[in-house]
DNA sequence: TGGGCGAATATGGGCGTCAACGGGATCGAT
DNA sequence: ATCGATCCCGTTGACGCCCATATTCGCCCA
């Protein structure tokens, strides 16, 4: 399996470190990854973390933009500076550094989730509110379907 | 590595001295700059430091500009006659003198922070202010766009 | 089908190394 | 002689390396 899929919740040691799922890290050496890098994610009190091809798509989108324009020197600065390496120890484990914390509202434990091509970190609880508030807008979008759908069969 | 990412903070000492990041340091071994050089920040108060090729980057803009407007005249004034280079120590470090203070406004701290092919230089809070705001405009660019789909889907 | 064994994983903590930091010593220019 | 810049060394704290323990889960066998 080369995809990051399926959750987990671990503990933060008294370090400030986690253990980055097994399963995991079984991807990141399939894919190659050396280093791990964390973007933090635009909309949502979570981490984007994926090996350094992460970048290189939003280096290809930036290379779109006129680089002497506002929005090149923000994507820029997002996604080069607005970063952080992650150093996976021989355990496997990573360091929680308020850096991640402070977009996060991490404390005690971390909820890792795949995504496919990287993986999020989540504060546990706010995962749990993410999770419920994307099933019901998912929900409001299927039953809206469903009733322009008989609105046009009238 | 040979790109400068993520960001990271360090103190000034009693001399005026402040430690470029070992990373950055390594990038810049790697891409064998000999000397950087730093420039003010065009429409921020940041210094963008790199080596001479970032020169190059502004000097390709100049010639964009017609040469008996006055425009490619201010530019050339600016990123030729209004930067400084930056001479790093053996324990590499450099030191802050006043030409960065002043158009930075930094003074006991400085932020750096990785731009890809270049870094910068801030004064913390001002980089945090500055971070949100590119947060901001990136955020409302994500839904103007989102916005724009769904207007073509109709 | 239930119990127990063993491997893999998560977790805890000691220890060495390195980077950031502080300050004295040296050199040179004014 | 003084000031400033550079070198050099010692300290400190954070982080990576290593090993020990615990806990979970799957597997095998009775």
New binding site residues.
Partial sequence: MDRFLSS???????????????????VVQKRGYGDLYALRALDVPALDVGGLDLLDRYEERIALEDPFLQTADDMSFFCHGDGA???????????V?DFLREHTGIEA?VAFVGRGTFFQMWEPSRLKAHGEAVRARLLRLRQAAAANRRGESE
């Fill in positions: 987990a919740i671990n503990r933060i040691d008294s370090k400030g470190r986690v253990s980055v799922p097994a399963h995991f890290r079984a390496f992650l150093k996976l120890d021989q355990d496997g484990r990573i360091t550094t434990e």
